[in-house]
């Protein structure tokens, strides 16, 4: 059975970092295209980065390039996501999720597996 769960986040300062992790139970990660997803209050659920399983190439939503970064550990099976120069703008609940899809766009409705979220906090 297929199971993503996610750690790290909480409450980060403006300007701070933190990393999320997403282990992966059930199936091999790296035969899946990965992604971390984040959803604000009121807002739909949005593609924060993503790397897809051919090829492996990475897509980074404008609002987080240049200060997040995902990175895949096929040998610990897990999936970070470092965030740095964090924003209150990102405060959400971010997820962890898997595709079978071997190019998939990075949004949501591409993707068939998904942890619970965690939440992170920006704020001072």
């Known amino acids: 059975q297929v199971h993503l769960v996610e750690s790290g986040g909480g409450l980060v300062q403006p300007g701070g970092s933190t990393t999320l992790s997403c282990v992966a139970s059930g199936f091999t990660l790296d035969h899946y295209s990965i992604g971390w997803f984040r959803q604000a209050p009121g807002k739909q659920r949005e593609g924060v980065a993503c790397?897809?399983?051919?090829?492996?190439?990475?897509y980074y939503a404008d609002s987080v390039e240049g200060r997040f970064t995902l990175s895949r550990d096929n040998a610990k099976n897990t999936v970070d996501l470092q965030m740095n120069s964090l924003k209150p703008d990102d405060t959400a609940v971010y997820y962890c999720?898997?595709?079978?899809?071997?190019?998939?766009?990075?949004?949501?409705?591409?993707?068939?597996?998904w942890g619970q979220g965690i939440q992170v906090t920006v704020s001072s």
């Open positions: 790397i897809i399983s051919r090829g492996g190439s990475l």
């Open positions: 999720a898997a595709s079978r899809n071997p190019s998939p766009p990075c949004g949501f409705s591409y993707y068939d597996y």
